[in-house]
């Protein structure tokens, strides 16, 4: 039998990382992970201003190093045997480029400007800018652009993003031929597109975040786009009316990208997509299962039949897309701007004296590992405690209804609250976020039948995962690769580049399976909802009298 291969490459916020994948069974051959440099040293961001960027050679160079490493590494796998490759992002992640797609800041005279590079997913510089899409949306006497994002337009998305630096960045704007998001940049970058009007346009990304739907004619339209800001008058023919999903053949790679990564220039680049969506395939998602893809943040991924869908808009999620996942099959995703985020706040809470009065870093970063897992376990000593509520907005709120102005908040705090309490009592917050997810869909008559986890969290805290479950009233599968979503992009791989037939062929074949199932107990069941209903009540007084907070 002729020996296969492909490769996913899953671009996260820190680093890039790279597997090679054989298509007959999903064995991951080799894997290599880069971070970027520029962003570790926190290069163009400023934290108090909530201003994420990335340089886009910070990608580039991660790539081609983290696929010389594993092909370097397989010393028994030709590269000719290699068929595609395929990427997701974060996002939404968008970029101003030139009349040859390529980003501005990869042109010497904005080679240090912010405004020039990708605006990171969790950039909330442009919090005005989307209360004001929100305002014209729902004022307009046209259609409601944003219906088919929830109804709330988010400051993490791309007309928001886009604006925000418009307005702030003359030259930028000046200069701007269009805007690509950084899962369109990649695969026109490795097929040697170099005009605007011929890019990979990904259909995932424009309908979660740019208001793309086929009932619109593609984008919402310059009447919709001057009525929020006369500065966007034109920007709607600089961008794309039609797209495509992730199991499109883009093309091969071209001539420079196949010398740089060592790799035939028959390797066939498919298309791309945001890393939660590329995740729940990795996941082996099914109809009506949720994937939670768990980190830093959550992105909740659904899938459902057009028919189970039918004409409704979901009200309060990040979006509701046909062939965001899986082709001809609408996609719905929802999500918490905090989770594992909000853990690792409360650890470099605790580690401020350890950092302020231990100088030597090995010592340092020691107790910092330990830090969760010593947390962890004593958090989990603890029974369910209805005195202590916890808000996980720290990041803000994705779902229901995005609201980045809010903030977190603990309420039953006494003396003898201890780190233990607190850390369990913020665990029970994100997975009451999590819950209010669920209830949402539910809300509107879309069955959640499967719970999938996948990332970091997912595999490494079972107390989370454990409270997950009792607080969601459902099982939980945790699944079994700890590279699920890399590895969702090698199955699009597989299909783009004929290996496989269909998605679920791919899913069937690639898919490793579930190594945890966590199932909720009966004893706490009553305790976790009445815990639940205090949270909301919770939140919904700091949500109406936190100034600026209110919907």
């Given at each position: 039998?002729?020996?296969?291969?492909?490769?996913?490459?899953?671009?996260?916020?820190?680093?890039?990382?790279?597997?090679?994948?054989?298509?007959?069974?999903?064995?991951?051959?080799?894997?290599?992970?880069?971070?970027?440099?520029?962003?570790?040293?926190?290069?163009?961001?400023?934290?108090?201003?909530?201003?994420?960027?990335?340089?886009?050679?910070?990608?580039?160079?991660?790539?081609?190093?983290?696929?010389?490493?594993?092909?370097?590494?397989?010393?028994?796998?030709?590269?000719?045997?290699?068929?595609?490759?395929?990427?997701?992002?974060?996002?939404?992640?968008?970029?101003?480029?030139?009349?040859?797609?390529?980003?501005?800041?990869?042109?010497?005279?904005?080679?240090?400007?912010?405004?020039?590079?990708?605006?990171?997913?969790?950039?909330?510089?442009?919090?005005?800018?989307?209360?004001?899409?929100?305002?014209?949306?729902?004022?307009?006497?046209?259609?409601?652009?944003?219906?088919?994002?929830?109804?709330v337009y988010s400051s993490e998305w791309f007309w928001a993003k886009m604006l925000h630096v418009i307005?702030?960045?003359?030259?930028?704007?000046?200069?701007?031929?269009?805007?690509?998001?950084?899962?369109?940049?990649?695969?026109?970058?490795?097929?040697?597109?170099?005009?605007?009007?011929?890019?990979?346009?990904?259909?995932?990304?424009?309908?979660?975040?740019?208001?793309?739907?086929e009932e619109f004619d593609g984008l919402p339209s310059e009447e919709f786009l001057v009525s929020v800001?006369?500065?966007?008058?034109?920007?709607?023919?600089?961008?794309?009316?039609?797209?495509?999903?992730?199991?499109?053949?883009?093309?091969?790679?071209?001539?420079?990208?196949?010398?740089?990564?060592?790799?035939?220039?028959?390797?066939?680049?498919?298309?791309?997509?945001?890393?939660?969506?590329?995740?729940?395939?990795?996941?082996?998602?099914?109809?009506?299962?949720?994937?939670?893809?768990?980190?830093?943040?959550?992105?909740?991924?659904?899938?459902?039949?057009?028919?189970?869908?039918?004409?409704?808009?979901?009200?309060?999620?990040?979006?509701?897309?046909?062939?965001?996942?899986?082709?001809?099959?609408?996609?719905?995703?929802?999500?918490?701007?905090?989770?594992?985020?909000?853990?690792?706040?409360?650890?470099?809470?605790?580690?401020?004296?350890?950092?302020?009065?231990?100088?030597?870093?090995?010592?340092?970063?020691?107790?910092?590992?330990?830090?969760?897992?010593?947390?962890?376990?004593?958090?989990?000593?603890?029974?369910?405690?209805?005195?202590?509520?916890?808000?996980?907005?720290?990041?803000?709120?994705?779902?229901?209804?995005?609201?980045?102005?809010?903030?977190?908040?603990?309420?039953?705090?006494?003396?003898?609250?201890?780190?233990?309490?607190?850390?369990?009592?913020?665990?029970?917050?994100?997975?009451?976020?999590?819950?209010?997810?669920?209830?949402?869909?539910?809300?509107?008559?879309?069955?959640?039948?499967?719970?999938?986890?996948?990332?970091?969290?997912?595999?490494?805290?079972?107390?989370?995962?454990?409270?997950?479950?009792?607080?969601?009233n459902r099982e939980i599968l945790v699944s079994a690769s700890d590279q699920a979503v890399a590895l969702?992009?090698?199955?699009?791989?597989?299909?783009?580049?004929?290996?496989?037939?269909?998605?679920?062929?791919?899913?069937?074949?690639?898919?490793?399976?579930?190594?945890?199932?966590?199932?909720?107990?009966?004893?706490?069941?009553?305790?976790?909802?009445?815990?639940?209903?205090?949270?909301?009540?919770?939140?919904?007084?700091?949500?109406?009298?936190?100034?600026?907070?209110?919907?």
């Amino acid at each position: 039998m002729e020996k296969s291969y492909v490769i996913g490459v899953d671009y996260g916020s820190d680093s890039v990382r790279a597997v090679l994948v054989d298509t007959k069974d999903g064995k991951i051959e080799a894997e290599s992970v880069f971070y970027y440099p520029r962003w570790k040293e926190g290069r163009f961001c400023d934290p108090e201003r909530n201003m994420f960027r990335q340089h886009p050679l910070d990608y580039t160079e991660g790539l081609e190093t983290t696929v010389k490493t594993i092909l370097s590494s397989c010393v028994n796998v030709n590269a000719k045997d290699i068929k595609g490759i395929a990427v997701d992002t974060t996002g939404s992640t968008p970029c101003a480029v030139d009349k040859t797609g390529t980003p501005l800041a990869l042109l010497p005279e904005f080679a240090e400007n912010p405004n020039a590079m990708f605006i990171l997913w969790k950039d909330h510089t442009a919090i005005s800018e989307a209360e004001q899409i929100n305002y014209a949306a729902k004022t307009s006497e046209e259609d409601d652009f944003t219906k088919y994002v929830g109804g709330v337009y988010s400051s993490e998305w791309f007309w928001a993003k886009m604006l925000h630096v418009i307005r702030e960045d003359e030259s930028v704007r000046k200069n701007a031929a269009s805007w690509v998001e950084h899962c369109d940049w990649i695969p026109n970058l490795l097929t040697g597109r170099n005009s605007i009007e011929s890019l990979y346009r990904s259909r995932c990304a424009a309908g979660h975040k740019a208001m793309w739907n086929e009932e619109f004619d593609g984008l919402p339209s310059e009447e919709f786009l001057v009525s929020v800001d006369p500065l966007l008058k034109g920007m709607r023919a600089k961008l794309y009316s039609k797209t495509q999903t992730a199991d499109t053949h883009v093309g091969t790679l071209c001539p420079e990208w196949a010398k740089k990564l060592g790799l035939p220039e028959t390797v066939v680049v498919g298309g791309s997509a945001f890393d939660a969506h590329m995740g729940a395939i990795g996941g082996e998602i099914r109809p009506f299962d949720m994937v939670k893809v768990i980190g830093t943040s959550t992105c909740d991924i659904m899938v459902a039949p057009k028919s189970a869908v039918g004409d409704k808009c979901v009200g309060g999620i990040c979006g509701q897309v046909e062939g965001s996942v899986i082709p001809g099959v609408v996609g719905l995703e929802a999500g918490q701007s905090a989770f594992g985020d909000v853990y690792a706040w409360f650890r470099n809470l605790l580690m401020w004296p350890v950092k302020t009065f231990i100088s030597e870093n090995e010592t340092r970063e020691m107790i910092e590992d330990k830090m969760l897992n010593m947390l962890e376990k004593e958090a989990a000593l603890l029974s369910p405690n209805e005195d202590i509520i916890a808000l996980d907005w720290f990041n803000g709120r994705r779902t229901p209804y995005a609201n980045q102005n809010l903030k977190g908040a603990m309420y039953g705090l006494t003396l003898a609250t201890d780190a233990p309490r607190i850390y369990r009592a913020l665990i029970e917050s994100t997975a009451f976020g999590a819950r209010a997810i669920l209830d949402r869909f539910e809300e509107e008559q879309i069955p959640v039948k499967r719970i999938i986890a996948i990332g970091g969290v997912a595999r490494k805290s079972k107390l989370g995962m454990q409270i997950l479950s009792d607080i969601m009233n459902r099982e939980i599968l945790v699944s079994a690769s700890d590279q699920a979503v890399a590895l969702g992009a090698a199955m699009f791989a597989a299909v783009s580049s004929g290996v496989h037939e269909s998605l679920e062929e791919a899913q069937d074949k690639m898919g490793g399976g579930y190594s945890d199932t966590f199932s909720p107990r009966p004893e706490v069941r009553d305790i976790y909802e009445r815990m639940y209903n205090r949270y909301k009540t919770f939140g919904s007084f700091i949500e109406k009298n936190t100034t600026g907070a209110e919907k």
